[in-house]
């Protein structure tokens, strides 16, 4: 059985971070049992100040199907990684901006690392992901090339527009695989609703620019039918979340701000809604919108995302960014009769489960781990 190192900023127990967490999480559950996953990553959530309760440090941790070896910040040195990397057959980078991923591309540059290395591109060099601290990030990504940090390594991408967006920033003559994300393994399907005039909508992401949360307050202050709106998430920056508070006041809906989810109860939380507003800006791929067809919360999503056969299946909605395109679809949901309603959740449970099977048999990531 090949044996992977994963370095990542956060696993379990963490769940701040989101889509890129899921992705690993999901990674291991599925292919845990065809190869040896081992993990090194931060000994702490995003933005905590103390370690995860109840780990060890300096050993590994079985968490999973995976074995963690938890670093206090700032703690990843040279001595550490060349320890990870020791005897495995392939290390998979989940950021080159963090110090565990300069460092290690610097010991592959100086030939100090025996085996394949693989850097996951996450989203980073999408348009809109490049556009936030955009000087200091085209800095870096350029001091990366001049110090030739990338050469002999394989980048891996959830598709082909991914890999376009990677080749605009470090050239033509990258080498690439293409690995769609995972999704969870489980689909709850869905639980018995009522339905009524009023639209329960949920938002659910970290709490940040890219996730546009402000758009969705803003759509639902267009529409004329009744809602009730939560907002879940992490909350990533605190100034854009007083914008949004701020365009939440004298709103004629109701709305509550539920705090974060863990991991773990996402899709229980998402079966209580009707629908799932999720305008980003760019997605390369959204666990949150399987999430929530793996459980009937229909998903109303931007067009920035790999999720484009939505309004084909009859499982949701994907739309221009275009706030009264937004509004219009949910009032028009609303309107719907229950029948309606339930074709709709009874095709996002069948689509997801569509999904599962094909990503399964089809993943990347077997190409990627040999």
Not at 164 to 175: A, M, P, S, Y
Not at 238 to 244: D, P, Q
Request: with cysteine.
């Amino acid at each position: 059985m090949k044996k992977i190192l994963i370095l990542t900023g956060r696993y379990l127990p963490g769940h701040k971070d989101g889509g890129p967490l899921r992705t690993l999480i999901n990674v291991t559950d599925a292919l845990g049992d065809e190869y040896e996953f081992f993990i090194g990553c931060l000994d702490r959530d995003h933005g905590d100040g103390q370690s995860y309760p109840n780990i060890k440090k300096n050993e590994w941790n079985k968490v999973g199907k995976a074995k963690v070896w938890y670093v206090e910040p700032g703690q990843f040195t040279n001595e550490l990684l060349l320890k990870l990397a020791s005897g495995k057959d392939l290390i998979y980078l989940c950021s080159f901006y963090d110090d565990y991923g300069y460092k290690l591309l610097l010991l592959n540059k100086k030939n100090k690392i025996e085996c394949p290395v693989v850097v996951a591109s996450m989203g980073v060099f999408a348009e809109a992901a490049l556009k936030q601290k955009s000087a200091k990030k085209r800095i870096f990504i350029s001091l990366c090339k001049f110090l030739g940090l990338f050469k002999n390594v394989t980048w891996s991408v959830t598709s082909e527009l991914e890999a376009e967006d990677v080749k605009k920033t470090l050239g033509n003559n990258i080498d690439y695989i293409v690995a769609e994300d995972l999704p969870r393994l489980s689909i709850p399907g869905k639980t018995k609703k009522e339905h009524s005039d009023i639209l329960k909508v949920v938002f659910l992401s970290r709490i940040c620019a890219h996730k546009n949360l402000d758009f969705a307050i803003r759509v639902l202050k267009r529409m004329q039918k009744s809602v009730e709106f939560t907002i879940y998430g992490p909350i990533q920056e605190m100034e854009y979340w007083e914008k949004c508070q701020d365009l939440l006041k004298n709103v004629r809906f109701s709305w509550i701000y539920g705090g974060d989810v863990p991991s773990e109860q996402v899709q229980e939380t998402l079966a209580n809604y009707d629908v799932l507003i999720f305008p980003s800006k760019s997605e390369n791929y959204g666990h949150v919108i399987f999430e929530a067809l793996s459980v009937g919360c229909i998903p109303v999503i931007s067009d920035k995302t790999p999720w484009n056969e939505l309004n084909n299946k009859k499982a949701g909605y994907e739309l221009p960014l275009d706030e009264s395109i937004f509004a219009n679809t949910l009032d028009n949901f609303v309107n719907l009769s229950v029948q309606e309603k339930e074709k709709f959740e009874n095709n996002a449970i069948q689509y997801a489960n569509e999904k599962l099977t094909t990503s399964l048999k089809e993943t990347g990531y077997r190409k990627i781990f040999g």
